[in-house]
């Protein structure tokens, strides 16, 4: 689960991690006086305005239609107030949108950080996760911070450096002072560094996140280590352990496909194909869309059933599938081993009877516990559905369908 910036920064600080001190605003009369609230609590005329959105690379985003970047400094409250009614209602395209965009619907106004002395300031880059190769968490950190970390990793990566820690011991002392070692701390800025970095750890830990990303870690001119920004998302397997970080959730960030397959307990993913997919196990999900482009298809999305696929779910299915105008054919790969591969097809045939007129082919592959009889129900339906129990005989028929000729 992905969260906004300010909500991040609600963690972080939960945690004892310093963050750039903000707030949030929804109408531009909101973002006016919450420049004048930082003024009077940090004596600061100047104040950040931050799109809040799902999106990395705000900064260098615009709003469509206008000269608007998605992060902006306002020299005074009114200033705030014009940059909040240029990006709230507005579309942000950037690097990680797409050219979609996303809609800007809040808008975060924080503290001038880089005040008299800025030239004294230095930018880190920061990011815990998990290594799978590893089977441990790994802290990423940079000398070079700032909006263009992927190109320093593309083109400088010796300036990306990795610590590797073991989670059953967590974050050691000498690993976070070996990190602001790298970083080349010293004095007050050295202490405020480890003190940081082990913050940053133990938030990470203790919130279950599959990731904390902080772009940058900002030093400022008197040494203090703060996150100006924050980067976070929750594993939703674990949000049973934190309903308040589940109250977090922005539903109008996400896809409403995607949470309409939520709600049918189905695990879905939209892509960009032309091929819709319904298989029951994420292993053979991934095997399906390998076969739907070697047989000259692309996949319109990712839609696991599970293993107790029937009529109620392989129709949430169709329905969820076929809002995809893209989608040329739907193949089902079902194998049979908790379910019966009859009482699957039967379900196809009763969810395509409710469903009405389906305008694309389906291909059914059912391969398990009573794989003929389904087959044979399939082929005696009438309806325009195409079995299979040869993976291969499968993809052949996918080729048809996206070539038009069945």
Not at 30 to 51: C, H, N, R, T
Not at 159 to 187: S, Y
Not at 243 to 256: F, G, H, I, K, V
Request: glycine share 10%; aromatic share 6%.
């Amino acid at each position: 689960m992905n969260i906004h910036e300010y909500q991040a920064k609600q963690i972080l600080k939960s945690f004892g991690v310093a963050v750039q001190e903000g707030i949030v605003a929804h109408t531009a009369d909101e973002a006016y006086d919450a420049a004048i609230k930082l003024k009077e609590q940090f004596g600061s005329d100047f104040v950040v305005v931050k799109a809040q959105i799902h999106a990395g690379g705000r900064g260098k985003g615009n709003i469509v239609g206008k000269e608007q970047r998605g992060v902006a400094v306002a020299k005074n409250a009114d200033k705030a107030k014009e940059i909040a009614e240029n990006l709230l209602g507005g579309t942000l395209v950037t690097i990680q949108t797409g050219p979609k965009g996303k809609v800007v619907n809040k808008v975060l106004v924080a503290q001038d950080v880089y005040y008299p002395g800025a030239s004294a300031t230095k930018e880190y880059y920061m990011s815990v996760m998990l290594d799978r190769s590893q089977s441990k968490n790994i802290l990423v950190y940079s000398t070079e911070g700032g909006m263009d970390i992927e190109h320093v990793a593309e083109t400088t990566p010796n300036l990306i450096h990795k610590e590797t820690i073991d989670p059953k011991v967590g974050l050691q002392g000498f690993q976070a002072r070996k990190i602001a070692f790298n970083l080349g701390c010293k004095g007050d800025a050295f202490k405020q560094m480890v003190k940081f970095v082990t913050a940053l750890y133990k938030a990470y830990d203790n919130s279950d996140a599959a990731m904390f990303e902080i772009n940058p870690v900002l030093k400022t001119s008197d040494d203090k280590i703060i996150a100006v920004d924050g980067k976070v998302n929750i594993d939703d397997n674990a949000l049973y352990r934190h309903p308040d970080y589940e109250a977090m959730r922005d539903l109008a960030e996400e896809d409403t496909t995607e949470l309409e397959a939520q709600e049918h307990n189905l695990n879905y993913v939209k892509l960009d194909g032309n091929v819709g997919c319904m298989v029951n196990g994420a292993g053979l999900a991934m095997a399906t869309m390998d076969i739907i482009k070697l047989s000259g298809g692309d996949p319109a999305n990712f839609l696991d059933v599970g293993g107790s696929a029937n009529a109620k779910t392989v129709e949430a299915g169709f329905r969820i599938i076929l809002k995809d105008s893209h989608v040329k054919a739907i193949l089902i790969n079902i194998f049979g081993g908790i379910v019966r591969c009859d009482r699957v097809a039967q379900g196809v045939v009763d969810a395509y009877k409710s469903i009405g007129n389906i305008p694309v082919p389906i291909i059914v592959r059912l391969q398990g516990t009573n794989a003929v009889e389904a087959k044979k129900i399939i082929d005696e339906s009438g309806l325009k559905v195409f079995s299979a129990i040869v993976l291969k005989e499968a993809a052949d028929l996918v080729k048809k369908a996206v070539d038009g000729n069945i």
